[in-house]
C-alpha cells in the first residue's frame, strides 16, 4: 500500500551483502536484520568459504550473531578457487547449505587472492553448475594492470562474460554490482538469463564524489563509481520494471581507520540506510511503484524462491544522521549517509 507519506510492501532481501566474521559481524548484522528478511552472504573472508563443511560453519557464527527471535536468513555463497571440487558444490547445492557459488577474478577486489585466474581451470565446476541450476555469481571486472580503472568493468564483459554465456548455455549468471551502461546494455540482451544487482551509493554517486574537494576514502569501493552517465543509466535500469536487476547493496565494512590509510580499503558501509537511499532514488525517478518489485520480487524469483510474507513500512521523514557504529575495540565503522534522504524505515 503506498500513499503519499507511507509505502507497505514486501520485505526486501540483500541479494550481495557482506556480513565479515568475528566482533565486525556482531557489529554490523543487526543494521541488515532489522530490514531484510534474507541476504545472499559474500564468502570473501579470510580464509575464504570455499568448502560446505566452511559454509555451515559460517553460517552458524551468522546465526549465533542474530539478535534473538530475528526472522532473518543467510543464504550461503561458496568461493569458486581453481581447486573447488564439483562434487563438494554438487552436495552443498543439493542439501541446501549453498545458494550460489562467487566468481572473483584473482585480484580484483577485497580478499580475492585465491580467486580465478584461468577459467578453463574451473570448467568442471560450471558444468555441474549448468546441471543443477545453481546460479554463478560474478564480480566483473579484469584485473589487468594495463586497463584503466574505470574500464575495468566493460572489458570483463567484452573479453570473458559473452564467451562464459557461450560455453555454458545453461549457466544462470548475476553480475554483481553492476556500474556501467555497458554492464547494463548487455543484462538487457542477455534475455533473462543473467541477473544484476545494483547498489545503493552506485545509484547515487558518481566518481566526482571520490575527490569533492579531496580524496573521499569512505566512497571508494570496488567496482569503482564511474561517470555520470552510467550512473544516469543504473537509475534507469534498477527503475524500469525489468525483472533482471535487483537489490544488491554490497555494503561492506571495513573500520574507519583502514579506509583513512596510505592504501586504504575499498568498500561502503550502507546497510542502515540502503533502503532509504533506494526509495529516494525510486521517488525521484517517479517510480515508487515499481520500488517492491526491485527489492522484494525480482531477486527471488531470479533464484527460484518465494517472495518474503512479512512487510516492510516506509515513512516519508527526515531521517537523523546515522552515527558510526563502534566495534568493541572502539574503531570506528562510517555508515553511507546520502543527503537529501526524505525517507526512513519504520520501527517494527
Ligand atoms: C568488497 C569488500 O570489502 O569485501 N569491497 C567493495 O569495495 N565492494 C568486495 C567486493 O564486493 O568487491
Ligand atoms: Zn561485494
Not at 543494521?31 to 575464504?48: E, S, Y
Not at 539478535?67 to 536468513?73: C, I, K, V
Request: one cysteine or more; glycine letters at 6%; hydrophobic letters at 40%.
Amino acid at each position: 500500500m503506498t500513499t503519499a507519506d507511507t509505502i507497505t510492501m514486501r520485505r526486501p532481501d540483500d541479494w550481495h551483502l557482506h556480513l565479515r566474521d568475528g566482533a565486525m559481524l556482531k557489529t554490523v548484522i543487526d543494521d541488515t536484520a532489522r530490514h531484510f528478511g534474507r541476504a545472499i552472504v559474500m564468502p570473501n573472508l579470510v580464509p575464504p568459504v570455499v568448502t560446505m563443511a566452511q559454509a555451515i560453519a559460517y553460517r552458524r557464527r551468522i546465526e549465533a550473531a542474530l539478535p534473538d527471535g530475528s526472522g532473518f536468513t543467510p543464504l550461503m555463497t561458496l568461493y569458486l578457487t581453481e581447486n573447488t571440487d564439483p562434487s563438494d558444490v554438487a552436495e552443498a547445492h543439493k542439501s541446501g547449505t549453498a545458494t550460489a557459488v562467487k566468481l572473483y577474478p584473482a585480484g580484483a577486489t577485497t580478499n580475492s587472492d585465491s580467486g580465478v585466474r584461468d577459467f578453463e581451470a574451473v570448467r568442471g565446476v560450471l558444468e555441474v553448475m549448468e546441471k543443477i541450476g545453481m546460479p554463478l555469481l560474478i564480480h566483473g571486472e579484469v584485473t589487468d594492470p594495463d586497463i584503466d580503472i574505470f574500464d575495468r568493468e566493460a572489458v570483463f564483459i567484452h573479453r570473458h562474460l559473452t564467451r562464459l554465456l557461450r560455453e555454458h548455455p545453461g549457466l544462470r549468471i548475476v553480475l554483481e554490482h553492476t556500474t556501467t551502461e555497458d554492464a547494463v546494455a548487455f543484462v538487457e540482451s542477455a534475455g533473462g538469463r543473467v541477473g544484476a544487482t545494483i547498489t545503493p551509493h552506485h545509484l547515487v554517486i558518481n566518481r566526482n564524489a571520490l575527490f569533492a574537494g579531496g580524496i573521499r576514502p569512505h566512497h571508494f569501493c570496488l567496482p569503482i563509481a564511474k561517470r555520470e552517465k552510467h550512473r544516469l543509466a543504473l537509475r534507469k535500469a534498477a527503475t524500469s520494471g525489468n525483472p533482471a536487476f535487483f537489490l544488491g547493496t554490497d555494503s561492506a565494512p571495513h573500520t574507519i581507520h583502514t579506509k583513512e590509510a596510505e592504501c586504504g580499503c575499498a568498500g561502503i558501509y550502507n546497510a542502515p540506510t540502503a533502503m532509504a537511499t533506494y526509495t529516494q532514488v525510486f521517488e525521484d525517478e517517479g517510480a515508487l511503484d515499481r520500488l517492491e518489485a526491485f527489492t522484494s520480487i525480482n531477486g527471488p524469483k531470479f533464484y527460484g524462491l518465494p517472495a518474503n510474507e512479512s512487510e516492510i513500512t516506509l515513512v516519508r521523514d527526515t531521517p537523523a544522521e546515522e552515527a558510526d557504529r563502534t566495534l568493541p575495540d572502539s574503531a570506528g565503522v562510517r555508515v553511507f549517509q546520502p543527503s537529501n534522504l526524505n525517507w526512513r524505515v519504520a520501527d517494527s
